[in-house]
């Protein structure tokens, strides 16, 4: 350690086997400030992870906490949090690679400003068919490179960064909160707290590329984003907004495609058109089972297809998770 504290802890959610989060390893090991760099696993028993198969050396520390059952990668995420050393956290996958800069990048950016939360752009790791484009534009198209404001109105889930300080004032919230990060930042921003997207930095997400995975994916995160977002709510408003839901395909398939217009992403996003409308209608029918009757085995579900991502990957896809 040459520091008494790291400038960014990162947190890592993994299934418990080395094999499946050495690739993020790897370029957490790239980082240019990784003497500066904690990175806390959480992963179901600490005990179960061999970390003489990972690239460990040479960062301020790594840690491993157990995160019992991975019912929701959300929720594993707090032990971590409550661990972390640094006064900044930043959020990384076992299917999401960071580049060279990020965590430069990152701790420049709060030293540089009153930053509650912080995220990079996103780029599609696994960019070719189409139902990896439309996965990732479903989930990260408002943030693809050139499309969004630096203080846009909400951030890239699992893959930003916030002040640890922020998170823990959650307190027992926190684990709910993290099921939907957008509305920590709609909370933040809310509360008169900026947020800010670094549009030349990236990290590169692999996504679901087979179709029936991406069926459940899509219900699935839907149902569980809509029933986040409503739980305080009356039923008269809840029943508006399932109704509400009928629209959502058509608006944001029209959103997705005007913030895809003027990347290089257009020629892709428009040739997963007929993907990236049926699956826009599964999301919204999962926001309309999510507001009616609640999460259901949502988030479940979601914790248990969230890591090893190879599983969800094409067979041309499938090295991409590990080479």
Known sequence: MSASAPDLSVILVGAGDARSVEKTFRHLAAQTIRARVEVVVAVPEADALDLGALPTDGFWGVEVVSAGSLVSTARSRVPAIRAASGPVVAFVEDHSF???AWAERLVEAYASG???????????????????WANYLIEYGPWMQG???????HLPGHNGSYRRDVLLAYGDRLG?????????HWDLTARGER????PDVRIDHLNFSRVAPS??????????????????????????????ALAIPA?????????????PSRASALRSLPALAGYLALDALGEMTGYLFGAGSA?????????????YLRDADQPLAYA
Request: charged share 20%.
């Open 98 to 100: 960071p580049e060279a």
């Open 114 to 132: 009153p930053w509650a939360a912080v995220a990079p752009v996103i780029g599609n790791a696994n960019p070719g068919s189409a139902t990896s």
């Open 147 to 153: 499309t969004a404001p630096s203080e846009p109105h």
């Open 176 to 184: 709910a909160m993290l099921e939907a990060e957008s509305l920590i």
């Open 195 to 198: 947020i800010r997207l670094l």
């Open 215 to 244: 069926v459940e994916l899509r219900v699935m995160g839907g149902r569980a984003f809509a029933a986040s977002r409503s739980a305080a709510w009356p039923a008269p408003r809840r029943a508006l907004y399932a109704l509400a």
């Open 251 to 263: 608006v944001r398939l029209a959103r997705t495609l005007r913030w895809a217009w003027g990347t």
């Open 299 to 311: 988030i479940a579900s979601l914790g248990a297809i969230e890591i090893r991502r190879a599983r």
